[in-house]
């Protein structure tokens, strides 16, 4: 009788298919069948999210995976995670493993190294777990902050309604317009005004430039001038005013007598309102002064 008949040879065929196909998921989980890697053990209170082909990284980089987790039903609050870890990676005493996820929902486990002095965990050592708070736990945690600002934030928005309907603040918006208008028609008027100073700004300075140079043509004028002998001669003037100043206060000179002389003065001051009077009676009384006869005959 023939062994390998048509029925031996499908069912052969169907083991090698589910023994490659379950090669192939346990690869494609990161699981390998064959391998010697060093298998640790992580104890946690709460593994959500976490399952088995779990990735394992260490600063970013994939050390390993989880193999399988037991839940121990004795201990509620103690469940353990078998993780496949790579011989050449060196834990220490104080070494933790963190559930982390990311914004997609991707769970990994994180491992975190304890101090390099402390003792080296060999394989089947159990190292300490723990859950990295995400997202939805802050914002659980951020509820109640929240809740407590949600009238005040009511409050805040009414204001801010109330704000926005008042007449005052369309008429303020209105000014403020008015306002950037005015400034940019000044703006605009002084970048004309710069734009006249800088074309006439060469003609100014070629006048500045003749108005110095008259300055220095003064000024060199003035430094060939005698500045001591005009200085002398004033001071001489001076002195001679001085001098006739001195005579006419001098009460024994001549013009001194004649301007100090009380009596002088009245006299001829007397002289001259006689001289006066006799200019008044000749000019009333001719004859008496001239006597002039046709006939010889004198009259008296």
Known sequence: MKFF????????????????LFIGMQFLKGMSLFSSNDVYYVCFSDVSGLSPSSPVYANGYRVGVVQHIDYDYSRPDRIIAAVDLSP????????KAEIVSDFLGNVKLELRFGPIEGRLLSAG?????SMQAGLMSKA?????????????????????????ADP??????HNAEQLTASLGATTRQLNQLTSQL?????QLMNKANGVMGNAETVTGNLAQLDLDATLKRVDDALASVQQVTSALNNPKGSVGMLLNDAQLYQNITTTMRDVDSLLV????????????????????
């Open 88 to 95: 050449e990676l060196q834990l220490h005493e104080g070494s």
């Open 5 to 20: 008949t048509k029925e031996v040879n499908i069912a052969l065929v169907a083991i090698v298919a589910i023994i490659v």
């Open 281 to 300: 009676d000749f000019k009333n009384h001719p004859r008496r002064y001239i006597n002039v006869s046709v006939f010889g005959k004198k009259s008296k």
């Open 168 to 173: 005052a603040l369309k008429g303020t918006i």
């Open 125 to 129: 050592d159990t190292i300490a777990g």
């Open 140 to 164: 659980a945690e951020m509820l109640p902050q929240v809740e407590q600002m949600l009238p005040k934030l009511d409050s805040i928005l009414s204001s801010l309604n109330a704000l926005a």
């Open 198 to 202: 800088n074309r006439q700004l060469p």
